[in-house]
């Protein structure tokens, strides 16, 4: 029982740790290609033509002023004249930070008013929610309809201040670009689960047929399981956006302050994606494995007929379920394994 659950654990390893590199190097596309900020910058386009439409001639402005602000870009390239617009972009924004910067960028120019006039837009929900209020109490306590109108006037002011319209709408914009994005990551899994499969010939029954007879092999690749499960945790750490520092416009140095420090912490983390990715193929790149071994030129072509093929592609459809699934089956296998261990000591001790 123990050696078929230490083939499997053997093989989620394998997977887990291709997959790690699949994601380390979708990170690395999304950072050259700007994909987080470009569709955050999406998103903010589509959230101000949705509340003024007139606002769509000055939006590409608008939006790059905001994202590269000195206060809300994180990006280590925010401060280099030569670098693209898309590599100074903010990958991270809450509403009212945004709501701040709108107001920042617009100060003095044509579109003053109309972003002026967004920011000081009523939420309609809560508007709503506050009549409903009001209606219900004037339903049950007629007598107190005055106060009654008082009391949810000021509050209802009170909460339209806190929560405008922008803010009310950002969320729902917000979720809309995270389901474009994760799409997007999802079609670059997809790409190079294919890659990695059909460059190096990555046949999953071939492999785990080798696992099961090669104890030695097994062994090795089940004591690597936990090594290779912190560097999953350290690859979703450093790969996850740095929310933008609070925006505190009277206090210009701390604020430089803080974005020089997520400079710092932006290279420390592409240097650390780097680090991870050689010393997980290291891991994998096992002699008796030979994983990472391209075939020759001339027999690069031989998939080992239809068969070969089909079981190359399959392995592709497994690596494209991502590292986090291969993270939590391999989390489950291996405890599993301690119980199915501890279970099997208890009776031999009887």
Known sequence: MLERLDTIIAFATIM????????????????????????????????????????????????????????????????KAWAPTRWKLATALRPEELA???????????????????????????????????????????????????LIKHLSDKATKAIGRLEGAFSSTMDRVRQRFTLQMRVWTIVFSLIFALAYHLDAVKIYSQLSTDPALRDSLTKASGELM??????????????????????????????????????DATEHLATTYKEVRNKLSEPGLAIFEVPAWDKWWDFGGLGGLFRILATAALLSLGAPFWYNS?????????????????????
Not at 24 to 41: C, D, E, P, V
């Open 16 to 79: 887990l740790g291709i997959s790690l590199l699949i994601t380390i190097l979708n990170q690395m596309i999304a950072s050259l290609l700007g994909h987080r900020a470009t569709y955050l910058k999406d998103g903010i386009k589509d959230l101000l033509e949705t509340l003024d439409p007139t606002l769509a001639p000055n939006l590409e402005k608008i939006t790059n002023d905001v994202l590269t602000h000195r206060l809300a870009s994180d990006s280590v390239f925010a401060h």
């Open 100 to 150: 701040k910067l709108l107001k920042l960028v617009s100060a003095g120019q044509p579109y003053q008013p109309k972003i002026e006039a967004i920011l000081n837009e009523v939420n309609p929900t809560v508007a709503r929610d506050a009549q409903l209020i009001a209606n219900t109490v004037n339903t049950l306590a007629p007598a107190a309809t005055a106060s009654a109108d008082q």
């Open 230 to 267: 912190k560097k999953y945790g350290e690859v979703i750490i450093s790969t996850s956006p740095t929310p933008s520092s609070a925006i505190q416009s009277d206090s210009a140095p701390a604020s430089a302050q803080n974005n020089s420090m997520q400079e710092k912490n932006l290279a």
């Open 330 to 350: 391999l989390k489950g296998l291996v405890n599993l394994r301690s119980q199915v261990a501890e279970q099997q000591q208890k009776e031999a001790n009887q």
